[in-house]
């Protein structure tokens, strides 16, 4: 079992920044593709971005692309979403996850965080 507990978010400003963390514990994933999943009021949870085991290659949602970057430090077990350019409708609960590329680029990865509120204010 994996658990998964994001950092807190808040509230930003439009055109600000914001990184979120989101730290594993309960089994090393030092070999899964961890990922960032939001969910949006009245919306599906959708995928935001995925990084995989070695930190090489990364996959963006076209939404966030250019903005967002996903980094992660194995050693401590920890993945990091940095958020810039931040606008209203990036406002939703952010997820992290873990899992394989199918499942995470299917929105269906096997372990979930918590959730954390990200709210951009215009």
């Known amino acids: 079992q994996v658990q998964l507990v994001e950092s807190r978010g808040g509230l930003v400003q439009a055109g600000g920044s914001l990184t979120l963390s989101c730290a594993a514990s309960g089994r090393t994933v030092g070999t899964y593709v961890m990922g960032w999943f939001r969910q949006a009021p009245g919306k599906e949870r959708e995928f935001v971005a995925g990084?995989?085991?070695?930190?090489?290659?990364?996959k963006y949602a076209d939404s966030v692309k250019g903005r967002f970057t996903i980094s992660r430090d194995n050693a401590k077990n920890t993945v990091y979403l940095q958020m810039g350019s931040l606008k209203p409708e990036d406002t939703a609960v952010y997820y992290c996850a873990v899992g394989d590329w199918t499942t995470v680029v299917s929105s269906i990865p096997p372990y979930w965080g918590q959730g954390t509120q990200v709210t951009v204010s215009s």
């Open positions: 990084i995989d085991w070695n930190g090489i290659s990364t």
